[in-house]
């Protein structure tokens, strides 16, 4: 009787102890369990995954040619003379300027950078090399192209390389290089018509086209917005091109290796009655963009004029690492020397106010933040920046107009620009990869200027509904929010 009641003691103690124990128990699970989601952290993605990561990235926030400034702008105070004009940042794509710029109009000899990058990308693949000979084809000798043609003066028997094609067609615009290219390398300026459409419209350009290599056709058409996206594609592939063709500042032509033997020794040919069709003497031609040493950092690009285009022109500088392109179309002139004044007048205003007025900005490098993860399988998920992306502010300070912030681009403050990473406490629950959860913000004054959502490397599944409201649980002790 006495053993009994001693079992009866222990299991009546026992059952006393037992909440007290689970209860114990219960709370160092907490415990361990918040210390682990704590000081849980994600490792680097496997190569295969960042891979697939970038890849869904890159959908979900597809990298855009052109874009608009990510703050309101104040409009410059000036005009260009041109009725269509765009100004951009070669880096980031950001409109500074714009005026009537999905306007389409003839680009005239702008046209032929179309052609030069055609061919570029058949030196790249491989198909041609610049240096091989290419066989004049007397179609479009200098003698048979249309009046007024700027001219490189092509002339039956010369031995001219494609790489001299490409510097007559950027220096001097010469029409009759045009031809002979698309003639050359094309077979014939119905198969350059069909290719090179086809391939500005694999670049995402819906309101330009091409009927003919020279840009002589008014039927050519282009904007000043998708010809500016252009340049962008064009310098971004072959950044070389500027030193190679679109900067030199004269070219001369034929040379003594570029006249057959029968030719050489003759005396200077009589140009008065019309172009020969066999050209010997040698023409030092300018380039025909006439900002080329004249505004600071201009390395290109090229100009354009047909009556129904106006005076057109493509231009690009550079300064302190920063590109900017400009393209002006339909400008005015009464003259040729009257209108070319005007496009480099508006050239240089734009180009002038962008270096002065903007600076560049980066943000931070890519890096992964952890944020804790609670009611989830895994303990904690990384999150990385979207995208990378560079971007301009204005050197000026932000002012406020109409309650609506504007920035006031023109002076030569360069200011601080400052990142904040918003991020949050911790995540509760399912995780979808890809999706935002945090930002990075650049702001300057105190005002924000651009932002980069911080997204989920990696997905996470819910927890089992007991794990889930253990989490809660410790969410409520620690924050009291569950």
């Known amino acids: 009787m006495k053993n009994h009641s001693q079992a009866e003691k222990r299991i009546l103690i026992f059952s006393a102890f037992l909440p007290l124990a689970l209860a114990l128990a219960f709370a160092a699970f907490l415990f361990f369990r918040a210390e682990s989601i704590k000081n849980a952290a994600s490792g680097p993605l496997p ?25 309101s702008l104040l409009p410059p105070e000036f005009d260009t003379n041109a009725r269509s004009a765009i100004l951009i940042n070669a880096n980031t794509g950001e409109i500074l300027f714009e005026k009537n710029a999905d306007a389409q109009i003839p680009p005239a000899s702008m046209t032929k950078l179309f052609l030069i990058y055609g061919v570029l990308k058949k030196v790249l693949e491989g198909k041609i090399s610049l240096d091989d000979i290419i066989p004049i084809d007397e179609r479009a000798i200098a003698a048979a192209m249309p009046p007024r043609s700027s001219l490189m003066f092509l002339g039956k028997g010369q031995i001219v ?64 917005r998708e010809m500016a996206a252009f340049c962008k594609i064009y310098l971004e592939e072959f950044p070389d091109a500027l030193e190679e063709f679109h900067s030199i500042k004269r070219f001369v032509f034929p040379k003594e290796k570029n006249i057959p033997n029968e030719q050489r020794g003759r005396t200077r040919q009589d140009f008065s009655h019309g172009i020969p069709e066999e050209i010997w003497t040698s023409f030092t031609l300018e380039n025909t ?141 399912k995780v979808e990869c890809c999706a935002p959860y945090g930002k990075i913000v650049a702001s300057k004054n105190g005002i924000a200027l651009a932002e980069i959502p911080l997204v989920a490397q990696r997905g996470a599944e819910d927890a089992n509904g007991f794990v889930k409201r253990c989490d809660a649980l410790i969410l409520k002790m620690k924050n009291g929010r569950y």
């Not at 009556?307 to 231009?315: H, T, V």
Request: charged share 20%; glycine share 10%.
């Open 47 to 71: 190569k295969e995954e960042a891979s697939h990561l970038q890849e869904n990235l890159g959908e979900i926030y597809p990298k855009q040619i052109l874009r608009p400034l990510p703050y």
């Open 161 to 224: 390389t494609l790489r001299e094609l490409l510097q007559g067609l950027s220096v001097a615009s010469g029409n009759d290089a045009a031809h002979q290219i698309a003639f050359a390398l094309y077979g014939s300026m119905e198969n350059f018509i069909e290719e090179t459409n086809a391939l500005i419209k694999s670049l995402g350009l819906q309101k330009t086209r091409i009927v003919e290599s020279s840009g002589y056709s008014e039927e050519n058409l282009t904007t000043a």
């Open 289 to 429: 963009n006439k900002l080329l040493g004249r505004l600071e950092g201009c390395d290109g690009i090229k100009t354009g004029h047909i009556d129904e285009s106006g005076y057109n022109l493509a231009l690009t500088t550079i300064r302190g690492g920063v590109r900017y392109i400009s393209v002006t179309m339909k400008g005015p002139g009464a003259t040729m020397a009257e209108g070319d004044e005007m496009r480099c007048a508006d050239g240089t205003v734009l180009h002038e106010w962008a270096h002065g007025a903007f600076c560049e900005i980066a943000f931070p490098e890519k890096e992964q933040f952890n944020v804790p993860l609670y009611g989830a399988k895994e303990k904690s998920v990384a999150l990385c920046a979207a995208f990378e992306r560079d971007f301009v502010v204005p050197k000026n300070p932000i002012q406020m107009e109409n309650g609506i912030f504007a920035a006031v681009a023109g002076g030569a403050e360069n200011g601080d620009v400052s990142f904040k990473v918003f991020l949050p406490e911790f995540i509760f629950g």
